[in-house]
């Protein structure tokens, strides 16, 4: 019995630092999303296509991380509201901050990032701490 629980526990410890590299590469994922937006927000010369791209991938990059994790034991409900609130994020930024700061309309898109945005992200990085992340 002693042995079946010390290798119970050794698989156990053995998983943790897995979740948590995999929720620390997802925090920089998605620190690099909002960055590029942030960037293209602010700066008119970020408004080109390479930069449409970029900002288009990174968010990308951020779906498909989160598409190939499991939620940890007992934290399911917090890893689907981290889906959730990803979708949602990044449906508004392709939906509707891209396209009104590609039209150059940056006080709405500036309402909406420092308004829902800025709640969605923020949610994002503390469920990330929950689930795993350091």
């Given amino acids: 019995m ?3 629980f010390a290798v119970f526990a050794i698989v156990i410890l053995a998983a943790l630092p897995v979740h948590a590299g995999e929720y620390d590469d997802l925090r920089t994922k998605v620190s690099a999303a909002r960055d590029s937006l942030v960037e ?6 970020s408004r080109g296509a390479d930069h449409q791209k970029r900002v ?7 779906s498909a ?3 190939k994790m ?15 609130t ?5 449906k508004t930024r392709e939906t509707e ?3 009104l700061i590609l039209k150059g309309s940056d006080d709405e898109a500036k309402k909406i990032a420092g308004g829902i945005q800025k709640e969605r992200i923020t949610n ?10 350091s």
């Fill in 2 to 4: 002693k042995r079946l």
């Fill in 40 to 45: 293209m927000m602010l700066n008119k010369d």
């Fill in 56 to 62: 288009k991938d990174t968010a990308d990059a951020v």
């Fill in 65 to 67: 991380h989160l598409a």
């Fill in 70 to 84: 499991k939620a940890p034991a007992g934290k399911e409900a917090k890893f689907k509201e981290l889906n959730e």
């Fill in 86 to 90: 990803w979708n949602a994020f990044k």
């Fill in 97 to 99: 901050l891209v396209p």
């Fill in 124 to 133: 994002c990085h503390k469920l990330i701490n929950e689930l795993g992340g």
